[in-house]
């Protein structure tokens, strides 16, 4: 499975960015997926993940309330919709799919937040 990030930018905080992760080469239903960033200095860090089916989506305590993940089975992506951003939110995000025989990441995307 290949995946490609996109979406990152610069943004003032309190504003909105709209990170996209295209995959191919594999069933995308057959993932559960994932986001995760990580900071300069930081370790990796779990952020969102939704269910093969879409469903139970589950958020890191910093960003529940304001990110949402969702996926697309027909275009093949997952989408993590950011708002309310903060400068704490600045971070390279990575898009994941797990299943229990295979793990892939994606490439990350930066995203960065102004005060």
């Known amino acids: 499975v290949q995946l490609q990030a996109s979406g990152g930018g610069l943004v003032q905080a309190g504003g909105s960015l709209r990170l996209s992760c295209s995959a191919s080469g594999g069933t995308f239903r057959n993932y559960a997926v994932a986001w995760f960033r990580q900071a300069p200095g930081k370790e990796r860090e779990f952020v969102a993940a939704l269910s093969r089916s879409g469903s139970y989506p589950s958020y890191s305590a910093s960003v529940k309330g304001r990110f949402t993940i969702s996926r697309d089975y027909v275009q093949n992506t997952l989408t993590l919709q950011m708002n309310s951003l903060k400068p704490d939110d600045t971070a390279i995000y990575y898009c994941?799919?797990?299943?229990?025989?295979?793990?892939?990441w994606g490439q990350g995307t930066q995203v960065t937040v102004s005060s």
């Open positions: 994941n799919l797990v299943k229990r025989t295979a793990e892939h």
